[in-house]
């Protein structure tokens, strides 16, 4: 596997979605490839990060002017 295809695998690769096979090839990279490494390091922190923060619920009046603008385009 190379570093284009651990690009295009990454978010399988995240979310556990991968094939057993390709989780090990991706991971073999990940030991040799620092570059990689850092980019998938940095993304599972990000998605931790986003998961631990408290959806807060967008104000009605808020929502409703989104919903006039995404109806208008």
């Known amino acids: 596997m190379d570093c284009q295809e651990i690009f295009e695998t990454l978010s399988e690769y995240l979310d556990e979605e991968l094939a057993q096979v390709k989780c090990r ?42 919903h006039k603008v995404i109806k208008l385009k």
């Open 25 to 66: 090839e991706l991971e073999r990279h990940l030991k040799t490839c620092h570059n990689c490494r850092v980019v998938v390091d940095t993304l599972r922190q990000t998605v931790s990060l986003y998961h631990s923060i408290p959806c807060e619920r967008l104000p009605d009046e808020a929502r409703l002017r989104l």
